[in-house]
C-alpha cells in the first residue's frame, strides 16, 4: 500500500505541467500551424474584464510606480494543463475580483530574467513580485517539484496566495 | 528668406515626434487616468487584421526561426504624432498587406536593449531588425535628427523601407 501511494503521488507529479518544448524548432511548427484568433486580445482568455500588461518591462515599471503586486502567469496555449487552469482562473469570481488589486502579465515566452524561473521554466508557472521588485519565493503551490505550478483544483490555494502577496514586503525606508 | 526657412524646417523636426515622459511618475499617472478599452487587443489599433507578438523575446524568437524581419513600432497612446501615424498605418492597404510578411511588435514601453533606441527613445520610431537579429540601421526615415521617425505624409517612404527591409541581408553560411 505505501508503494502504490507513492507511485500515485509521483504520477501526480508529472503529469500536472507542461514542460516546454526542448527543441525550439519543433515549438515554432506548432505554433504557426495554429493560427491566432484576430484580433488577439492581452488577456488570452484570462479575464477579458480585466487590465494586462504587455511586457515584463511595463509590468516592472507598473508595479513599482502603483505600489501593486505583479502576478505573472506562464502559460502555453498547447498545454492541456495551462488551458485547464486558465479555465479556472477565469471562471472564478474572486479571483477575478481579486486579481483588479494586482499588475497582470500573462506570457506564452519565457523573459530573460532568471529570477521569474527559480525552479524551471514549466508551465503553467505563477509568480508574484513585491513592487519592491523582489520576487516572492514563498508564495508557492502544493508540489514539492515545481513550486509555482497550480492545477485547476488548486483555485482555493492560489486565492489564498493572492491574499498573501497583497500583504506587501515591509521596504526600507 | 534663407533663415526663414531654417526655423520652419527646425520647427518641423521638432514637432514631429513626441519625447518620452522624462519623469516616470508623471507618465504613470496618465496612463492610469485614461483607462483602456477593454479587452485590449495586441495590435493596439495598428492592424486588427495581422498578427502581432507580445513581447521583444517571442519577436526575436520569431523572426530568427520564421526567416522573416520584423518590424518594431514604438508608440505612445498620448502622442498625436503616434496616433496620426497609427492611422495612416492601419489605413493604407498596401502596407497593412506587406505587414504580413513581418513579425510585427508595438510596444509603447522601452525595452532594456539599447540597439532598439540608436538615436535616442523617441516615438514614433520604427525600427527593422533582420532574421540574422542586426538592427537595420541603414533602414531610416526623412529626418536627422530622429532617424527612425515617421510622419503620416511619410507613409510612402515607409512603405518602400518595408520593402528594403524584406531583402534580407546576406547571412553568413
Not at 509521483?10 to 505541467?17: E, I, K
Not at 496555449?77 to 502579465?105: G, M, R, T, Y
Amino acid at each position: 500500500a505505501m508503494e502504490k501511494s507513492y507511485v500515485s503521488m509521483f504520477l501526480l507529479l508529472v503529469a500536472m505541467s507542461c514542460a516546454l518544448a526542448k527543441d525550439a524548432g519543433t515549438k515554432e511548427t506548432k505554433e504557426t500551424t495554429a493560427k491566432p484568433k484576430l484580433p488577439q486580445t492581452l488577456s488570452r482568455g484570462w479575464g477579458d474584464q480585466l487590465i494586462w500588461t504587455q511586457t515584463y518591462e511595463e509590468a516592472l515599471f507598473r508595479s513599482k510606480h502603483s505600489n501593486k503586486p505583479l502576478m505573472i502567469i506562464h502559460h502555453l496555449d498547447e498545454c492541456p494543463h495551462s488551458q485547464a487552469l486558465k479555465k479556472a482562473f477565469a471562471e472564478h469570481k474572486e479571483v477575478q475580483k481579486l486579481a483588479e488589486k494586482f499588475i497582470l502579465l500573462n506570457l506564452v515566452y519565457e523573459t530573460t530574467d532568471k529570477n521569474l524561473s527559480p525552479d524551471g521554466q514549466y508551465v503553467p508557472r505563477i509568480l508574484f513580485i513585491d513592487p519592491s521588485l523582489t520576487v516572492r519565493a514563498d508564495i508557492t503551490g502544493r508540489y514539492s517539484n515545481r513550486l509555482y505550478a497550480y492545477e485547476p483544483t488548486d483555485i482555493s490555494l492560489l486565492y489564498s496566495n493572492m491574499q498573501k502577496a497583497l500583504k506587501l514586503l515591509k521596504t526600507e525606508l
